[in-house]
């Protein structure tokens, strides 16, 4: 299957998960798929905080504005040109087989590819997906317990949209058979695990991250009510999420409080309200100083990693002093908003670019193929 049909094909479904992401009726079959295929993803996307009760319809199809926005044309092209053994390769279907050549008489091979995903947020898989069929590679998936159906929805839409590029992504129900390479995702504990069996394989294993903020004092009020949006969006289960914040010594927090309080409502969510009330009696018991606002705990601590229902902060004197921190933890952290970084309020949407830990994914999956 040539490169072009399969960005065309990403490119339809990332149109038809904009319309998903809005809650749009079925505009028709203009969206190349009919009403009760269109009605059959719907349902799935309301059903899946059934099954995962982080899953709020709200953020699945938060997500899926986030993914379409990726996959726009432009997008896309502009980030693929960053790889010309991909893009300037000659890959139809017929000729980009094992041993197969370029146009440059460079040998291609196909592999199978073992996706290990998570189930933190929903679909949070979908970029490795993106990565292995836009290189031409297979792709083997283990599906998190937590998915709730979501990826198994989507790869239903696909087989619509592409079924050749479909048929190229098979599930593992229990292990994950013969692959060629890995890409898994999971805790510091399953990281070890993966180390260890796969440990002969070319792979990619992603171990807990979770990002930051660092405040210099200067934000606008609009800022620091998009802060609430890297903060709480997808319950901060996301390794993009921002667990701490960096302030400077004389900051007054309660332009944060007020800033966030628009996301109130997720106090009324029962695992988030259970996880506040469990860490706030705790840490009060051993006489740990709070600040509350009533749906989330402000703890000042060197830590990085805050538990469900809490943010940490630590103030500084010297931004000197912040960056020596960031750098020295740099393998804990996924990215850092702020300015002359991630802008406020973008953290979880990223580009086709930003890959996760920092490792060049599609550079990954192209040397597979060309090495």
Same mark, same amino acid.
């Given at each position: 299957?040539?490169?072009?049909?399969?960005?065309?094909?990403?490119?339809?479904?990332?149109?038809?998960?904009?319309?998903?992401? &809005?809650?749009?009726?079925?505009?028709?079959?203009?969206?190349?798929?009919?009403?009760?295929?269109?009605?059959?993803?719907?349902?799935?996307?309301?059903?899946?905080?059934?099954?995962?009760?982080?899953? !709020?319809?709200?953020?699945?199809?938060?997500?899926?504005?986030?993914?379409?926005?990726?996959? %726009?044309?432009?997008?896309?092209?502009?980030?693929?040109?960053?790889?010309?053994?991909?893009?300037?390769?000659? !890959?139809?279907?017929?000729?980009?087989?094992?041993? =197969?050549?370029?146009?440059?008489?460079?040998?291609? !091979?196909?592999?199978?590819?073992?996706?290990? !995903?998570?189930?933190?947020?929903?679909?949070?898989?979908?970029?490795?997906?993106? #990565?292995?069929?836009?290189?031409?590679?297979?792709?083997?998936?283990?599906?998190?317990?937590?998915?709730?159906? +979501?990826?198994?929805?989507?790869?239903?839409?696909?087989? +619509?949209?592409?079924?050749?590029?479909?048929?190229?992504?098979?599930?593992?129900?229990?292990?994950?058979? &013969?692959?060629?390479?890995?890409?898994?995702?999971?805790?510091?504990?399953?990281?070890?695990?993966?180390?260890?069996?796969?440990?002969?394989?070319?792979?990619?294993?992603?171990?807990?991250?979770?990002?930051? =903020?660092?405040?210099?004092?200067? &934000?606008?009020?609009? &800022?620091?009510? =998009?802060?609430?949006?890297? +903060?709480?969006?997808?319950?901060?289960?996301? #390794?993009?999420?921002?667990?701490? +914040?960096?302030?400077?010594?004389?900051?007054?927090?309660?332009?944060?409080?007020?800033?966030?309080?628009?996301?109130?409502?997720?106090?009324?969510?029962?695992?988030?309200?259970?996880?506040?009330?469990?860490?706030?009696?705790?840490?009060?018991?051993?006489?740990?100083?709070?600040? %509350?606002?009533?749906?989330?705990?402000?703890?000042?601590?060197?830590?990085?990693?805050?538990?469900?229902?809490?943010?940490?902060?630590?103030?500084?004197?010297?931004?000197?002093?912040?960056?020596?921190?960031?750098?020295?933890? =740099?393998?804990?952290?996924?990215?850092?908003?702020?300015?002359?970084?991630?802008?406020?309020?973008?953290?979880?949407?990223?580009?086709?670019?930003?890959?996760?830990?920092?490792?060049?994914?599609?550079?990954?999956?192209?040397?597979?193929?060309?090495?």
């Amino acid at each position: 299957m040539p490169l072009e049909e399969r960005i065309a094909a990403f490119v339809q479904l990332g149109r038809q998960f904009a319309l998903f992401g &809005e809650g749009q009726p079925w505009p028709g079959h203009s969206c190349g798929i009919n009403e009760v295929e269109y009605a059959s993803f719907e349902e799935a996307v309301r059903r899946a905080k059934s099954r995962n009760g982080w899953f !709020t319809e709200e953020n699945v199809r938060h997500m899926l504005r986030s993914i379409s926005a990726m996959l %726009e044309p432009a997008r896309l092209n502009a980030w693929l040109a960053h790889y010309p053994d991909l893009v300037g390769s000659t !890959t139809s279907q017929k000729r980009f087989g094992a041993g =197969a050549q370029t146009t440059d008489n460079r040998q291609l !091979t196909i592999s199978a590819v073992g996706l290990i !995903t998570a189930g933190n947020i929903p679909l949070v898989g979908f970029h490795d997906l993106l #990565c292995v069929l836009l290189s031409g590679h297979r792709a083997r998936l283990k599906i998190s317990n937590d998915d709730a159906g +979501l990826t198994n929805a989507v790869l239903g839409l696909l087989r +619509l949209i592409a079924p050749d590029l479909a048929a190229r992504v098979s599930i593992a129900d229990q292990k994950l058979g &013969e692959v060629h390479a890995v890409i898994a995702t999971g805790s510091n504990n399953t990281a070890r695990y993966f180390e260890h069996y796969f440990g002969h394989l070319p792979r990619i294993i992603r171990k807990n991250r979770t990002s930051v =903020a660092v405040l210099d004092g200067t &934000e606008s009020e609009q &800022e620091l009510e =998009a802060l609430g949006e890297d +903060l709480f969006r997808y319950f901060g289960l996301g #390794c993009r999420n921002v667990g701490k +914040l960096f302030i400077p010594q004389d900051f007054d927090l309660d332009r944060v409080f007020k800033a966030i309080y628009p996301w109130e409502r997720i106090g009324n969510h029962n695992k988030w309200a259970n996880n506040y009330d469990y860490h706030k009696a705790i840490w009060l018991m051993d006489r740990v100083p709070l600040l %509350e606002n009533g749906f989330v705990l402000f703890r000042e601590d060197t830590g990085l990693h805050s538990p469900l229902g809490s943010i940490y902060y630590e103030r500084y004197a010297k931004r000197s002093a912040v960056d020596a921190v960031l750098i020295e933890r =740099a393998g804990e952290i996924q990215c850092i908003v702020g300015h002359g970084h991630v802008a406020f309020g973008s953290a979880q949407c990223p580009g086709p670019q930003d890959y996760a830990d920092g490792v060049d994914t599609m550079r990954f999956l192209v040397g597979l193929a060309t090495g």
